[in-house]
Structures are given as C-alpha cells and as structure tokens.
C-alpha cells in the first residue's frame, strides 16, 4: 500500500512539474536558428530539442511549424518564410521523446524585390508556432535570434555544384576571370588534398567549367567536410581573390 503512494506521489509530482514547465515557469525545450551563409544561398536550419526527462507534445493550430524574418541593419525585412506560401488550416501536432530533437531546414537565395541585397550583417528570427506543450496553452510564442554576415556577389563564379562521394565527384558552374587567371585547390579544414589547379577560359565573359576530382584514397579523410575552393590570383600582386567554396562531402 506504501510503494502504490508512493508511485501516486510520484506521478502526481511529474504531472505537476509538466504542467509548470508548460505554463512558462521552466521551459523543458530549445529552440534556435542556426544560418549558414554560403556564396550563393543562406542555409538555415531551425531546431526544436525536447530537454526535459519526459515526452513533450507540441499543437500547431495550422501545419506552420515556425516563422523566420530577416532583416538588414536597418530594420528592413528582406525575407518572410511564409510569404507566398500557403498551410493546412487545421490542427497539427509534434511529439519529441526526452533528448529527441526536430530539424527543418530552409534557404534564401538573397534576393529581395528581384536583387541580390548588399552586403552586410542581417539578422535572422525564428518564431515557434506552437499554440499548446503538453495540453497547456503557452502564454508567448517561443522566438530565436541569430546575426549572419552576407558577403557581396562573386565576380568570378556562380552556379556552382557538386555530385560525387567517396573521393570522387564533378564540379560544374560558370566563371569568368575579372582580373587574374582561375584555379582551385581541395582541402578538408586540416590537409591539403588536391594541390592548386588552374582552370581554363577562353573568353573575359561567362563560360560554363567542369571539374573533375578524384582524392587518392591515402588522402582521404575519415571524417570532416571535404572543400572545393575556387578563387582567382590577381594578376596585379598574385593574391587571392574572389573566393568561392563548394562542400564536396561532409563526412
């Protein structure tokens, strides 16, 4: 009789604490926005994680799960993830057990009003659409910041893309030299894989390029992202210029 209330008190105690955290005294999830900014498209990934020792229950009044707002320096917002969109008018629900984390993942090609913005720092807001934790109304949405620098559009290449794995892939894009001679090098952040290639154009304009690479298999990294960086050498004092990465294989 003892062990039974003591396993009520217990139970009791746990819906309680539930309850609580629900209500917004103790909040028993994260949420973040994490942006990655890349030449050509700022990756953005939003991330619900369950902290808490127990399932949680997320209520979506539609099948908005988040919002995500960027703005510039000044305030402007340049981008708005529901824009244009259209949701399932109707009740959606998530449930993440303890440790479990949901990963949605979003990207911007930079443009706003049909032109790339300027360069420059930009800031990023999440905003969680859930409604309801556990049964429990939330009396404010959840939000997430994070600030992401955006450089200008490269002069020398664009477009590019890669395919392949395991040492071996194809590069493809179009380049232009603007004021030095084209190369590449590989890399995987500690090693350099692939020494300094030059790439052939014909022409000053936009012409299409194909790489192919094949990593030897004594150089090839167990673990680690695998990096293709195009660039330029100025024809003025040999620097690099006009860097351009493209991940080969993350690992």
């Known amino acids: 009789m003892l062990r039974l209330l003591a396993a009520m008190a217990i139970f009791v105690l746990s819906v309680h604490l539930q309850s609580t955290e629900a209500a917004g005294n103790q909040k028993p999830f994260e949420f973040e926005v994490i942006p990655y900014a890349g030449p050509e498209t700022l990756e953005m990934e939003v991330v619900l994680r369950n902290t808490s020792s127990y399932p949680?229950?997320?209520?979506?009044?539609?099948?908005?799960?988040?919002?995500?707002?960027?703005?510039?320096?000044?305030?402007?917002?340049?981008?708005?993830?529901s824009k244009g969109k259209a949701f399932?008018?109707?009740l959606q629900t998530l449930t993440l057990n303890p440790d479990e984390s949901m990963i949605w993942k979003e990207h911007w090609n930079y443009e706003h009003e049909g032109q790339r913005v300027?360069?420059?720092?930009?800031?990023?807001n999440a905003t969680l659409q859930a409604?309801?934790?556990?049964?429990?109304?939330?009396v404010t949405k959840e939000t997430a910041e994070a600030s992401v620098y955006i450089t200008e559009k490269n002069p020398s290449f664009r477009h590019a893309k890669a395919s392949g794995e395991k040492g071996n892939y194809i590069v493809t894009g179009e380049a232009r030299p603007v004021s030095g001679k084209l190369y590449y090098t590989v890399e995987d952040g500690h090693n350099e894989l692939i020494a300094e290639q030059p790439i052939k154009t014909n022409t000053k304009g936009w012409e299409p390029f194909k790489i192919d690479v094949?990593?030897?298999?004594?150089?090839?990294p167990d673990s680690g992202s695998i990096v293709l960086h195009l660039y330029e050498r100025s024809k003025k004092d040999g620097s690099i210029i006009h860097s351009f990465p493209v991940v080969l294989e993350n690992r």
């Not at 300027?118 to 990023?124: D, I, R, T």
């Not at 409604?131 to 939330?138: A, D, F, Q």
């Not at 094949?214 to 090839?220: D, L, M, T, V, Y």
């Open 118 to 124: 300027s360069e420059g720092e930009y800031h990023v």
């Open 88 to 90: 399932l008018q109707a």
């Open 214 to 220: 094949s990593i030897p298999a004594e150089k090839f």
């Open 56 to 81: 949680l229950g997320f209520e979506f009044p539609t099948s908005q799960k988040y919002e995500i707002s960027i703005n510039d320096e000044k305030g402007n917002e340049v981008y708005t993830y």
């Open 131 to 138: 409604r309801k934790l556990n049964g429990e109304t939330l």
